[in-house]
């Protein structure tokens, strides 16, 4: 059987977008910034792993973390550009799913 080469792209971003809770994570922000309580509210996750995985996008430059000067301090998830970017891909599967599963 003849192996054919992944596009190393689309490799790295499957490897992204497959580990748990990450598309999911980026469906809430596509509504706008939210803090770290809500999106942990708002699916079963555990708040070390939320962290993990909002660390892992904003070292990819899907997701930036605003601080603000407070108290309590108050910290804000947002999608950057790159981020916004993946909404078609996001709506698309959505849209998929609701249709196939």
């Keep these: 059987m003849k192996e054919t080469a992944l596009c190393p792209r689309l490799s790295n971003a499957m490897d992204l977008l497959g580990k748990r809770w990450t598309a999911l994570i980026i469906y809430q922000l596509l509504n706008g910034s ?9 699916m079963p996750i ?27 301090v108050r910290v804000e998830y947002s999608l950057t550009d790159k981020g916004f970017a993946l909404r078609p891909v996001i709506e698309g599967i959505e849209s998929w799913s609701q249709q196939w599963t």
């Design 34 to 42: 939210k803090r770290f309580n809500e999106i942990e509210s708002s």
């Design 46 to 72: 555990s708040g070390r792993l939320l962290s993990e995985r909002l660390k892992e996008l904003e070292m990819e430059g899907l997701v930036t973390r605003k601080i603000y000067s407070e108290v309590p």
